[in-house]
């Protein structure tokens, strides 16, 4: 079968695309000029040259598609014009929506987050668990809200999308790297000196990556689909990379707001006067402030959704960002592939 993956360089895009051509199917991704391609190498990954926010470039790129996998997004909490995490997110979303519709595709699975999902305090949340979008912190994750409403209305006009919501993925290709792969290369350089008491829900991403096919083949046109496993603790991830590394784990429990204040100092001085990227970027600090624990028993029940160890896939972190050298200048800057 005949694919497109959008945000096939980045990486939940760039593990479902090898997964897809490694199961046989003919994959193509759409790819801007420039971009880092190593998640792609060694493929038989097919790339077509564009961006999301031309649309004639996804037109060409969806023709002769019957399937499309729309991953591209910017996974940021912080950036100089927050303006561009909308057009991105949203502008861009509708752009492969209207040109699947077009191309009269089978499918598309649009890959949302699990922070479109609501957080209530006395259970765990479902697909079902709305949130409230006058509650939802920062730019991330309004556009990422806005662009799943515009992904299921294209239900009604004709196009059968299923959305899937990545919960917290780790595991190999995190090129960029994610917010979360940043956490455990901190962790690998000795950059974590205390944790905030809040949690997550851990998956390996290679198990996002067959979810996401699970969903092409089984899932419910207009339907959300948790994509996760086990809920942790954020003191239970970097008690689990201790023991799979033998480093030191971080003892000290900082209240919320002193990291709350350290986030402000570091907005004002980094971001605001310096216009680089925050070591601690205070999105990110609001988006921890309450654990995001699911249930992801639709998934596993409707379609299949495996449930790997998520000790193993730190590991396979660990490897990774290892054997491709991130963790060889411990004084600061991160080394990214070549493409």
Sequence with gaps: MKVLVTGATGFVGGNLA???????????????????????????????TG??????????????????????????????????????????????LKAALQAGVSRVVYTSTVSTIGLPDWEL?????????????GHYKKSKYQAELAALDMVSQG?????????????????????????????????????????????????VAEGHILAMERGQPGQRYLLGNRNVSLKEVFDMLADA???AAPKWRAPYWLVMGAGYVDELVEGRLLKRE??????????????????????ITELGQPQSSVEEAL???INWFRDYGYTKDRAGKIKIPAA
């Design 125 to 137: 949340s479902t697909e079902e668990t709305l949130a409230d979008p006058n509650h939802l912190a």
């Design 159 to 207: 196009l059968p999308v299923i959305v899937v919501n990545p919960t917290t993925p780790v595991g190999p290709w995190d090129v960029k790297p994610t917010p979360t792969g940043r956490m455990v290369l901190d962790f690998l350089l000795g950059r974590i000196p205390a944790y905030v008491d809040t949690g997550m829900n851990l998956v390996d991403v290679e198990d």
């Design 51 to 96: 961006d999301i926010l031309d649309r004639d470039s996804v037109d060409r790129a969806v023709q002769g598609c019957e399937v499309v996998f729309h991953c591209a997004a910017a996974y940021t909490f912080w950036s100089p014009d927050p303006d561009a995490i909308y057009r991105t997110n949203v502008d861009g979303t509708v752009n492969v």
């Design 245 to 247: 590394t033998g480093l």
């Design 18 to 48: 090898r997964k897809l051509w490694e199961q046989g199917h003919e994959v193509m991704a759409l790819v801007r000029p420039g971009s880092i391609r190593a998640a792609m190498e060694g493929t038989g990954i097919q790339s077509v």
């Design 315 to 317: 590991q396979k972190a």
């Design 278 to 299: 925050p070591r601690i970027p205070l999105e990110g600090l609001k988006v921890s402030k309450s654990p995001m624990y699911v249930s992801c028993q639709k998934a």
